[in-house]
C-alpha cells in the first residue's frame, strides 16, 4: 500500500465551527506532514511529526492543532478558523530512510 | 519558499515535442531535489528526485539535470503528451532542516495536439 488518505475530500464550515481533518498511510513511514496550498502557490509547510512527535511548526496559527496519535494516522484540529483560511490542505509521509514525500490527495477547506 | 525558484511560470509545447522547465535555488546547502507534478484537484506526485552528489539522473521519459555551480535543476520530459499537462514544483530539501522541502514557485506545463 503506497498511498496516502485525507479525508473528508471537502469541507465547509463557519468561522465558529470545529472539525477535524485526517489522514492515514500504512506504508511504516515515521515523518507525517501538514501542508498548506492556495490557489497556484507552492505547498507551504504547516507541521512536521517524526516518531509521533511535533519535530516542526511553521509558526502557524493556534487554531489549527495538529496530532499524531499514532505512526499511521495524523489529524488536524481547526477552530475558529478565517475566511483566509479557506486552501487545500495536503497531507504527505516520509521513510525516515529516504527523502522523498508522499502526499495525499488533499482536502479543500473552505470558511465562511 | 523563497530560496527555489522558477524562470517560466507557464510553458506551452505541442504533443510530441521534449519540454524542459526549469529550477534555480540560492542554497548550496541543499542536498537533495525533487520534482513532483500535481494535477488539477490532487496532490502533488512524485516524478523524479536528485542527489546533490550526482548531475544527471534518468527515469521513464523524464531527465533531471542538476548544475551546482549555477544552482540550476531542470526536468526535461521527452515526447510530452497531454497527460503530461499539469503543474510540475521543484522541491529542495535543504541539510539540518529536518527533512522538511522547500517548494519553488511552480510552472504550469499545458500540451496542446
Known amino acids: 500500500d503506497t498511498e496516502v488518505t485525507q479525508t473528508p475530500k471537502h469541507l465547509v464550515m463557519g468561522m465558529t465551527n470545529k472539525k477535524s481533518l485526517k489522514c492515514e498511510q500504512h506504508?511504516?513511514?515515521?515523518?507525517m506532514y501538514w501542508y498548506k496550498q492556495k490557489a497556484k502557490k507552492p505547498p507551504e509547510l504547516m507541521f512536521v511529526?517524526?516518531?509521533?512527535?511535533?519535530?516542526i511548526n511553521e509558526s502557524v496559527p493556534s487554531r489549527f492543532s495538529p496530532e499524531c496519535p499514532n505512526s499511521s494516522l495524523l489529524n488536524l484540529h481547526l477552530h475558529a478558523l478565517q475566511p483566509e483560511d479557506s486552501a487545500l490542505y495536503l497531507c504527505?509521509?516520509?521513510?525516515?530512510?529516504?527523502?522523498?514525500?508522499?502526499f495525499g490527495p488533499g482536502t479543500r477547506l473552505t470558511v465562511t | 519558499g523563497e530560496s527555489v525558484g522558477l524562470h517560466l511560470p507557464t510553458l506551452s509545447v505541442q504533443e510530441g515535442d521534449n519540454s524542459i522547465i526549469n529550477c534555480a535555488y540560492s542554497?548550496?546547502?541543499?542536498?537533495?531535489f525533487i520534482w513532483y507534478k500535481q494535477e488539477s484537484g490532487k496532490g502533488p506526485q512524485f516524478i523524479i528526485d536528485?542527489?546533490?552528489?550526482?548531475d544527471k539522473r534518468q527515469g521513464q521519459r523524464v531527465t533531471v539535470l542538476l548544475n551546482k555551480t549555477v544552482k540550476h535543476l531542470s526536468l526535461q520530459i521527452a515526447a510530452t503528451q497531454p497527460g503530461d499537462s499539469a503543474v510540475y514544483f521543484c522541491?529542495?530539501?535543504?541539510?539540518?532542516?529536518?527533512?522538511?522541502?522547500?517548494f519553488g514557485k511552480g510552472t504550469s506545463l499545458l500540451v496542446t495536439p
Open positions: 511529526y517524526s516518531y509521533e512527535k511535533l519535530s
Open positions: 536528485i542527489r546533490s552528489n550526482m
Open positions: 504527505a509521509s516520509r521513510d525516515l530512510t529516504g527523502y522523498e514525500q508522499y
Open positions: 522541491a529542495e530539501n535543504i541539510g539540518n532542516s529536518g527533512y522538511a522541502l522547500n
Open positions: 542554497n548550496s546547502a541543499s542536498d537533495y
Open positions: 506504508m511504516g513511514h515515521r515523518a
